[in-house]
């Protein structure tokens, strides 16, 4: 199963840009990058999904190079509910995803 | 509309008893994945079933654990003789396919299991 490589945790203030940094050194040609987000107590959610270049949506912007080995998550302006564990995925639909140990971001006041 | 479904959310069981949990997938959605998550870890894999397709076992740690699903619904997560390292949250999630593009994965709650 395809393995990513992310900082284990994240420290930032409110109202700060927070990027995190997922490695996908073995990415394959049909994979998708995709990012979830987890709070306490709840299954994780759907953030952002891209293969190249950059997405962006009403939550986070995905930035992926051209050589596709690496891809940062970035949110804009974070507060403190944007607390959360943050986990990166390559995806290429029908077969079963893989979700490492995520990044653990805490947004201080 | 309705989410994915979990139940029981919280489960508290003896040593060495059998537990059954049930997940209800969001309706149409082919994919249903089950993930573990010990406390303060990420998602470990656990199986994954696709539409009429032989289910994905590769991640169950042990003969102890099963799941069925029956059609594009339901499914049951089993854990036979449960051992304190048992211990976590089962999450589960389905999908309209396998995720990829514009079918990202619907988590439900998860159940929290505790071996005593």
């Known amino acids: 199963l395809a393995k990513t490589t992310q900082p284990i945790s994240m420290d930032s203030y409110e109202g700060q840009e927070v990027n995190i940094t997922c490695s996908h050194n073995?990415?394959?040609?049909?994979?998708?990058i995709t990012w979830y987000q987890q709070f306490p107590s709840q299954g994780p959610r759907f953030i952002i999904q891209g293969y190249k270049t950059k997405v962006t949506n009403e939550v986070a912007s995905l930035f992926i190079p051209a050589d596709r080995k690496s891809s940062t998550l970035s949110l804009p302006r974070v507060s403190l509910s944007d607390t959360a564990v943050y986990y990166c995925l390559e995806d290429t639909g029908r077969r079963a995803l893989t979700f490492g140990s995520g990044t653990r971001l805490q947004v201080q006041p | 509309g309705a989410g994915v479904s979990q139940s029981p959310s919280n489960k508290v069981t003896e040593k060495g008893k059998d537990v059954e949990l049930r997940c209800d997938p969001i309706?149409?959605?082919?994919?249903l994945y089950w993930y573990r998550q010990r406390l303060g870890q990420g998602l470990e894999f656990l199986i994954y079933f696709q539409g009429n397709s032989a289910p994905d076992k590769s991640g169950l740690p042990s003969d102890r654990f099963s799941a069925e699903r029956t059609g594009e619904s339901v499914s049951t997560l089993t854990i036979q003789r449960t051992q304190q390292e048992d211990s976590a949250v089962y999450l589960c999630?389905?999908?309209?396919?396998?995720?990829?593009?514009?079918?990202?994965?619907?988590f439900g709650n998860g159940t929290r299991l505790t071996v005593t």
């Open positions: 073995n990415i394959a040609t049909n994979d998708y």
């Open positions: 999630a389905s999908s309209s396919v396998g995720g990829g593009v514009n079918s990202p994965l619907h």
């Open positions: 309706s149409g959605h082919t994919a």
